[in-house]
Structure formats: C-alpha cells, structure tokens
C-alpha cells in the first residue's frame, strides 16, 4: 500500500485532499497541531500533531517521517493575514513565512530520498498569489512564490529520477482559511471554488500516465467575487 504525508490535514483543502487519498487505497500520514486518530474513519489512517509554524516541532516531526517510505508528500498547509506590511507583527511574519515555506522545504528535505526511490510525487499546494502581486498580500504572497520557485527548481533538479512534482495555485477556496480574516470567499457558485475541485486535481495528477507531468496546475473560479465581512 502506498503511503502518503499531507500537511493541515485537519480542515479545508489538506482535510479534503485525505479523504480522496483514503479512498484511492492511500496510508495517509496527516499532519496538523490539532489533528486526532479519529478524525477520519479509516483504519489506513494515522494522525501526528506538529505545529509547523514552530520550528522545534517541525524538526521532531521531521525525525519521525526519516523512518517511513513514503510515496506522495503534499504540502497543504499554510495560512495567511492580509494587512499593511507595517501592521503585521514579527511574530505573524515569522510563523507565517516558516509554515507556508520553511517547513515544506524542510519536510520535502526529509523526505525525497523515499519519495525518488518510491517513484513518487511532490504537490505543493500553492495559490493563486504565487503567480500575482496583490495589495496587503506581501508576506503571504513571497512565501507562496518561494514555495513555487522550489517546486520548480526541484523538478528540473530531480528530472533523472522518476519522481513528478507539481504546484497546485488555487484561486480562492471555500475553508475555514477565511475564518479570522475580513473577507471571505463569494457565496455563489460560480464565483469560489470547493476543496473537492482541488482534491479533482490532485487525483487526475496521480492518475495519470507517469511519463508525463502536469507541473503547473492553475485553478480558478468562473467568475471573481468576494464577500466583505461585517465590521465587528
């Protein structure tokens, strides 16, 4: 059985990435601070708790996988704050580029002799700021393109060895990303997009013929909305 390594395992896009791994037969190994053994029903999962802002637990975390063969490392989590640059804190900065950048270079170190070995695949799950610059989006949107520069750069470096690597850049997603943000996605159809719409991608990324690669996977909604928040 092929074993596979998600990060923000717990909710949204990395939650929803699991659940489509566990029904293709996948062991998945998710990672998240607050993540249970009982979060999915599966007897082919298994839950590890990191805080992968947090560079201590990240190289614990680290540790534990250099034991495991392992065939797919997705690099899902991630979060964001969309301020002026000067109102961010050193803290919020810190966290933020180290868990969106840090830590999947980190793991990704960790893990590659076995995912080469394995013929396996690398997806970072990106967004659609990696590819754009956007107002109030400076940190959030250097981590995302450090994370696709990465990407990219590995693929050219490992092309000798069987292993596919892919930057997904979905556009705004329905999660619980935008929970403590002021704005959320559209509540329209056609304006957002699902998780399950970037779970689609991943699926058709592994089923494909291993000969060809989709390094670069845009995903966008129809139509561009948002949703303001209340101001509280």
Same mark, same amino acid.
């Given at each position: 059985m092929r074993k596979a390594v998600?990060?923000?395992?717990?909710?949204?896009?990395?939650?929803?990435?699991?659940?489509?791994?566990?029904?293709? %037969?996948?062991?998945?190994?998710?990672? &998240?601070?607050?993540?249970?053994?009982?979060?999915?029903? %599966?007897?082919?999962?298994?839950?590890?708790?990191?805080?992968? &802002?947090?560079?201590?637990? @990240?190289?614990?975390?680290?540790?534990?996988l250099a034991k495991e063969e392992v065939s797919l490392l997705v690099n899902a989590a991630?979060?964001?704050?969309?301020?002026?640059?000067?109102?961010?804190?050193?803290? @919020?900065?810190?966290?933020? @580029?180290?868990?969106?950048? @840090?830590?999947?270079?980190?793991?990704?170190?960790?893990?590659?002799?076995?995912?080469?070995?394995?013929?396996?695949?690398?997806? %970072?799950?990106?967004?659609?700021?990696?590819?754009?610059? *956007?107002?109030?989006?400076?940190?959030? *949107?250097?981590?995302?393109?450090?994370?696709?520069a990465f990407g990219d750069a590995l693929f050219e470096e490992t092309r000798k060895s069987t292993l596919s690597i892919t930057n997904i850049n979905p556009d705004m997603t329905e999660s619980h990303f935008y929970d403590t943000l002021r704005f959320d996605v559209s509540k329209r159809e056609d304006e957002k997009l699902l998780a399950s719409d970037i779970a689609d991608a991943l699926e058709h990324i592994l089923t494909m013929r291993k000969g060809a690669v989709v390094s670069e996977y845009t995903i966008r909604s129809l139509k561009f909305g948002i949703s303001k928040k209340a101001k509280r």
């Open positions: 998600v990060t923000g395992a717990s909710s949204g896009i990395g939650k929803e990435i699991t659940k489509r791994l566990l029904e293709m %037969n996948f062991f998945v190994v998710g990672i &998240s601070r607050n993540i249970r053994g009982t979060a999915f029903d %599966n007897v082919n999962f298994q839950a590890i708790q990191a805080d992968l &802002s947090k560079e201590k637990e @990240t190289l614990k975390l680290c540790e534990i991630g979060f964001g704050r969309f301020e002026p640059h000067e109102e961010l804190s050193a803290k @919020t900065i810190t966290e933020m @580029t180290f868990l969106n950048l @840090t830590a999947p270079m980190l793991l990704t170190n960790t893990l590659l002799r076995t995912l080469k070995k394995n013929d396996g695949y690398l997806i %970072n799950i990106n967004s659609i700021e990696a590819l754009r610059a *956007s107002k109030f989006a400076g940190v959030y *949107s250097a981590t995302k393109a450090g994370l696709k």
